[in-house]
Each structure stands twice: as structure tokens, then as C-alpha cells.
């Protein structure tokens, strides 16, 4: 997992998270407000829930995000995490303390440098298939 993770304010811009994450290298930020996770914010959030419905780069990233935050614990069996990532149809999840408390971000590249069994593949082929909460069909 990534652990140097940055969080973005719900009241910051549109316009912010992403030159964050232009500065990250990443397509996703942890949205964060008085220690607590309040949502997650991604480049697809930004192209299709603010740019495609005509929002401005002002717009404030609690508009956009999505608040339910999926997560997994530090101390979760990888296995059990690559099944969920393909249940739930997403390639990167918080990795939370017990206590709730941020400490990194899992996505499946992690896996799949980390695991050479080719266990990620299996994930992959889930998240990747039609449908879901995710989908644009």
C-alpha cells in the first residue's frame, strides 16, 4: 500500500483535488474532515459528476465526492480484500487502523507487484466486469 497519503478538505475546489493529484501522480484522494474520512474524490468523479453535468473548477469537492467510503483494515487477509475489491467494483481502497484512522491507500497495482500468484488478475477480471455501481452501461 501507498501509506505517504494525502487527504483533501470536502470545502476545498474541485480544481484543488485535482492539481493534487496531478501532483501525486494519482487518480484518487481520501476527503477527510476533523480526523475522519467523509469520502473519496477521483478523476472520474471530477470528468463525469462535475465537468459532464456543466460545474465549474470551483466547485466544492463535497459536491462531487462519494461519500460512502469503502475500506479495509491494515490487519485484513489479502485475499479477502482482492474479493471485496472485485465485489464492490473498485481498484483502490483506504486502509484503515481498527480505531478508523487513515494509514495508507491499497490499490490493486500494489497487489499485483506485491503478489506475483496472479491472484490480482482474478480481482482485476471482476472490477472490469459490466455493471455495478461504477458502470456506464
Same mark, same amino acid.
Given at each position: 500500500?501507498?501509506? $505517504? ?33 467523509? +469520502? ?13 453535468? +456543466? ?20 490487519? $485484513? ?8 475489491? +472485485? ?43 459490466? +455493471? ?6
Amino acid at each position: 500500500m501507498t501509506r $505517504d497519503v494525502r487527504v483533501a478538505n470536502p470545502n476545498h475546489s474541485i480544481r484543488e483535488a485535482a492539481t493534487m493529484m496531478a501532483d501525486l501522480d494519482a487518480g484518487i484522494i481520501p476527503v477527510g474532515e476533523h480526523d475522519r474520512l467523509v +469520502g473519496m474524490i477521483t478523476d472520474r468523479d471530477i470528468a463525469v459528476r462535475a465537468v459532464a453535468q +456543466g460545474k465549474g473548477p470551483e466547485t466544492r469537492i463535497c459536491d462531487v465526492m462519494s461519500a460512502e467510503v469503502k475500506y479495509c483494515f491494515e490487519d $485484513d487477509d489479502i485475499d479477502d480484500v482482492m474479493m471485496n475489491l +472485485g465485489d464492490i467494483q473498485v481498484r483502490r481502497l483506504p486502509v484503515l487502523h481498527r480505531d478508523k484512522r487513515l494509514i495508507g491507500i491499497l490499490s490493486l497495482g500494489d497487489i499485483a507487484v506485491s503478489i506475483e500468484d496472479g491472484s490480482a488478475g482474478a480481482a482485476l477480471a471482476e472490477i472490469s466486469r459490466p +455493471g455495478g455501481a461504477h458502470s456506464q452501461s
